[in-house]
């Protein structure tokens, strides 16, 4: 075995380990960290409450709160105007996969002069200035990945951003932060959760470390999920939820995404379909194709999400595996592209866009079966069909 494991240096875990910022700063010598967030978790106070914790240990620090829901170059450029209006030596971000996304892009950015879409895949972004990940959905396992996807205000393209520059030093991972996540952001994080970790397990890509963290994720999520979505007060199911996705962004993050991520980014960019969502309409069909280049895989999946039994041959447990995804997706109420908004004449105007971006972007290359240009032009009106 070979592998190449990368990971944050720091993970705290567990209910209220978001109030420990000043002594994780400490830990790690900075001193003047750049908070960088969303106008709901300053509503909520959040911000507030973590600037007064700062204030009481003398720390010096700004904060940036123009994030946007998939973000924008424009974002990023309005973000680090305001870090090279201070001093910082790091960037904290308190929020979901937009603002942490955010952050990583404003870090590895600080110390660079050329425009962010020179540096996205297969380029990198290898260093930046140090950074902290308080995550409040249970989803992207941002907080753990050294990935960031940008969109492009020019061009309207999800760009795939990867480098050790974009992995944070530390994550802060307290499911108290996700008690208060509506229904629709539970379940679409939730499954973007739940893709990772299955993506990161049947990736040409896997190894045995990211094998372990992958099945323990996708077992947690399709035991969890439901629960948290029908039941939001429910401790138990956002803490498993919540490590969950953490383990889900480790996974993807050494092991990379594949056909469904890359196949999504472009849908979230052409449509603003939010990213677990347009995840969760690509997660059956796309699985049901893939699932002839590693049968064995897929079969353990099933049998690890208990939606196969321990006799069921991998062609039984492949079919129960498509028929309990759809299920989920159906009880999540995930809507079809139609169901969303999108017209069918948009939706085939932008296949060969979305087919171009999604094999630039290099996932469907890690996918178990390899897709040529028109199989994902036949996949996108497969989507369409159901
Ligand atoms: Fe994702």
């Given at each position: ?137 249970a ?51 939730g499954?973007?959760s739940l893709?990772?970790a ?15 963290i992958?099945l323990a994720s996708m077992a947690a999520i399709a035991k969890h999920l439901?629960t948290a ?7 138990e199911a956002?803490e498993a939820m919540m490590l969950a996705a953490t383990q889900g ?55 690890t999400m ?81």
């Amino acid at each position: 075995m070979s592998a190449n494991i990368n990971l944050p240096r720091i993970l705290r875990i567990g209910a209220g380990v978001s109030r420990l910022l000043p002594e994780v700063l400490d830990e790690l010598g900075l001193k003047d960290p750049l908070l960088i967030s969303d106008d709901f978790i300053v509503s909520l106070g959040w911000l507030d409450n973590l600037e007064a914790q700062l204030n009481e240990k003398g720390f010096t620090h700004n904060r940036f709160t123009g994030v946007v829901p998939d973000p924008t170059t424009d974002a990023i450029a309005a973000g680090l105007t305001v870090l090279k209006q201070g001093q910082h030596d790091c960037v904290v971000a308190l929020g979901g996969g937009s603002s942490i996304d955010t952050a990583k892009a404003i870090a590895a950015m600080a110390n660079r002069d050329q425009a962010i879409r020179c540096y996205k895949v297969p380029q990198t972004l290898d260093d930046g200035l140090p950074i902290i990940a308080i995550p409040t959905t249970a989803g992207t396992g941002s907080e753990a990945t050294r990935a960031a996807v940008i969109t492009d205000t020019e061009t309207q393209e999800k760009m795939l951003c990867m480098g050790l520059g974009l992995m944070p030093v530390a994550a802060l991972v307290d499911f108290e932060l996700t008690m208060t996540m509506p229904l629709r952001l539970t379940a679409d994080t939730g499954i973007d959760s739940l893709c990772h970790a299955l993506e990161a397990y049947v990736s040409r890509h896997a190894n045995p470390f990211t094998d372990t963290i992958a099945l323990a994720s996708m077992a947690a999520i399709a035991k969890h999920l439901r629960t948290a979505c029908q039941e939001p007060d429910n401790r138990e199911a956002r803490e498993a939820m919540m490590l969950a996705a953490t383990q889900g962004g480790i996974a993807f993050s050494n092991a990379s995404v594949t056909l469904i991520h890359g196949m999504s980014r472009p849908i979230g960019a052409l449509f603003h379909v939010p990213h677990g969502m347009s995840n969760a309409m690509l997660l059956p069909d796309i699985t049901a194709w893939s699932i002839s280049g590693a049968p064995a895989r897929y079969a353990c999946c099933a049998r690890t999400m208990q939606f196969a039994n321990s006799s069921d041959s991998d062609e039984v447990a492949n079919q129960k595996l498509i028929i309990a995804l759809r299920q989920l997706c159906s009880d999540l109420q995930v809507p079809t592209p139609a169901s969303f908004g999108i017209s069918k004449a948009q939706w085939q105007q932008a296949i060969p866009t979305m087919a171009q971006q999604a094999l630039g972007s290099g996932s469907p290359a890690n996918n178990p079966l390899i897709p040529n240009a028109e199989q994902i032009t036949a996949l996108y009106d497969t989507v369409w069909g159901n």
